[in-house]
């Protein structure tokens, strides 16, 4: 494996080199063209750098975003994974993702907001303040974890981006390279990609909101979602969409994967309510992992995944039996 330099979006800006290299590798990068010819490299090339380790980050604990439950071994974190776009087994994404190129990374913002533009990952997360907190993560699949992500609030991501008053809804996309995704060139794939998400405005700026660059006190994993990914920990996980690569603020409701694909199964709010079952199985419960089959930790589902008093007030009025 190939010794790499950690990447730029994992060292806080205090740690980084003199200002006037800084400003050159951005003007660079404001190009996009680094980011594209990167993206465009032949897949052999990109192979022989093998798989990238996670590299370590620096960061506070955020006290009030934490749990006493326990956590989630690493091990099952990296290894039990959705990630279609690598396969739609749970082992295919730390199977299949580590060839993922993921640095350089760069974000296109667009739509209703002031800054708009291609933003180099680590100019998006600037000024770099990370927070590690720790939530739930509920797969509508009916199976959770307990994962201490590493990264910075949707809210201070979107308020740098300035988003016009017609902005009602943020809209993101992965990446779509089936050169690199071998899920993107399946014949029997569900998803027409790239996988989509969304979330209302006021979901976004809730303080729960989280944009992830790493877990466990490194950088993502690929199977999680490198280099960065949506967490909305009060939602089924299929909201928390992986390896974001566009932000668009938009007026209209976009429409979203699951949603596409089964509305009558997966609606665009998709918060967690154990009142409403899935039409094919009960959501009362779910198997907290890790959990053998022979001894299925099951444990019972909390509505807002136990996150209702952050956020229930974002759906005051609605009928969330109907708008689940
Ligand atoms: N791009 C993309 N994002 C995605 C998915 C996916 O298939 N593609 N799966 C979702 C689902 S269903 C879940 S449960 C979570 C799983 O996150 P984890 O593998 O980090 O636990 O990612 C979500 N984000
Ligand atoms: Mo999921």
Redesign the pocket.
Known sequence: MLIKSPPSWAISESDVTPESVYLNRRKFMAGTVAATAAMAMPVLGRASEGRTASQPLNYAKAAEYSTEEELTPYKA?TS??????FGTGKED?ARYAGGMSVDPWSVIVEGECEKTGTYALEDLLSPRQYQERIYR?R???AWS?V?PWVGVPLADVIARLKPRSKAKYVYFE?LHDPEQMRGQRSLFSV?DWP?REGLRMDEAMNELAFLAIGLYGKTLPN???API?LVVPWK???K????IVRIRFVEERPKTSWEMIAPEEYGFFANVNPEVDHPRWSQKRERRLPSGLLSPNWIKTVKFNGYGEQVAGLYKGMDLARHY
């Open positions: 974190v039990y994974n959705n990630f279609y776009e994404p993560l797969c509508v699949e974890m994962i992965t998803i996988y199977q999680n979602g990914r089924y996980g299929f928390s969409i992986k390896s």
